[in-house]
């Protein structure tokens, strides 16, 4: 009797361990015949969404993977220096190499401080990822309780951040560039402009920094905002990028870096390479980047590869993005309403039901990739958003 015959393990390297990256590995585990290899720089998961509270000292903002990893799943401490596609190869830092069936991309987004403001990049600290968040938090500790802080960019992470370090105490100045928090809906903005001023922070709307010194910020625009004003400490969250992996491997991008993947997540150069998070650009579309669409893009690259492997024609994108939240500090949060298209509504949560909302969902982040580590498959998630 002839023995049957032996398949070798279909092996994926995961090439970043966020939200998307490591939900991905866990749900890869769904076929045993799979092995899964997550590259990634550190040797603990970084909670993106409390990076702001850990620089102003209210929360940490890291995990141990050993919580959050499936058995079997091997961690590799490396980055990721390109993915030779011919030799299918994920080349690493370190000089080694892993050999790959299939990659899934999910390297994240990185904080973008302008090249084009001068003194941004060797005097602005930012808010965007572990490393330069360490540094600022340690800059935080040195600064007197009544030094002036800056914080540039009014969206979500601007808003939170400023939001953070105002209940501290501290006083901060946040120039919005244009609206306070644009994707809110005009109550939920006028809801945060007044927590914002009632805890003393100066919101400058229509103002820009337009040069960063090392005590002061100059401004232009914004009419009377105008000028050179004192700065102790500034903060930049105004605007993400990616990392150069994709083009640095001669894949082909968006002109900001983001992976081009057709609708089920797939390079439009390599079928063994797809996209997750914030790294993506379906259709040269990509979806906003939050934790709120990670996860299930984690899902969806693991459903795609593991369709593959079976055989099967993966699925499309089927994701609906329902609002957003921001914290105002401990006590106070707003959760802005959505249509499945994520247009904002006239109707939100705040105060303290908005903070327990928005405490609920950044615990859900870390909690469903535990549940995929535990129950590979289970992550489910509103459908129905449009993909025009």
């Known amino acids: 009797m002839s023995r049957p015959e032996h398949h070798p393990p279909c092996k994926v390297v995961v090439i970043g361990g966020g939200y998307a990256g490591t939900l991905a590995a866990n749900r890869l585990r769904m076929r045993a015949d799979i092995e899964v290899a997550l590259v990634n720089p550190r040797p603990r998961f970084v909670d993106r969404v409390r990076l702001h509270q850990f620089v102003a000292g209210t929360g940490e903002a890291t995990v141990d993977y050993g919580t959050l990893l499936g058995e079997g799943i091997r961690l590799v401490l490396d980055s990721a220096t390109r993915i030779d596609t011919a030799a ?227 699925a499309v994108i089927d994701l609906a993005l329902t609002g957003a939240c921001v914290s105002l500090g401990r006590r106070a949060a707003m959760r802005q309403l959505a249509r499945k298209d994520d247009t904002s509504v006239n109707v939100y949560l705040g105060g303290r039901v908005g903070a327990a909302y928005k405490e609920l969902t950044c615990k859900l982040g870390v909690w469903k990739i535990r549940r995929e580590a535990r129950r590979p498959g289970s992550l489910i998630w509103p459908k129905g958003g449009p993909r025009p």
Do not use: N
């Not at 969206?155 to 120039?175: F, S």
């Not at 903060?235 to 993947?261: H, K, N, Q």
């Open 88 to 314: 299918r190869r994920v080349r690493l830092a370190s000089g080694g190499a892993l050999e790959y069936d299939y990659v899934v991309y999910a390297v994240g987004s990185t904080g973008a401080i302008p090249p084009s403001v001068p003194g941004a990049a060797e005097f602005a600290f930012s808010v965007a990822a572990l490393e330069p968040a360490q540094r600022l938090r340690a800059k935080m500790q040195e600064l007197p309780a009544d030094a002036l802080v800056t914080v540039a960019g009014g969206g979500l992470t601007g808003v939170e951040t400023a939001a953070e370090l105002a209940e501290q105490g501290r006083e901060v100045t946040l120039v919005c560039g244009g609206v306070l928090a644009p994707s809110m809906s005009a109550p939920g903005r006028r809801y945060i402009a007044t927590w914002l001023t009632r805890h003393g922070v100066d919101v400058l709307e229509a103002a820009e920094v337009s040069e960063v010194r090392p005590g002061a910020v100059v401004l232009a625009g914004g009419g009377a905002h105008g000028g050179v004003r004192a700065s102790a400490l500034t903060i930049w969250t105004a605007g993400f990028g990616v990392p150069e992996l994709a083009a640095a491997s001669g894949l082909r991008t968006d002109e900001l870096g983001w992976l081009l993947t057709d609708e089920t997540l797939t390079s439009v150069d390599d079928e063994r390479i797809v996209a997750a998070g914030d790294a993506a650009a379906p259709s040269g579309r990509p979806l906003r980047m939050s934790c709120q669409a990670a996860g299930p893009l984690g899902a969806q690259a693991a459903d795609t590869v593991l369709s593959r492997v079976a055989g099967t024609e993966p």
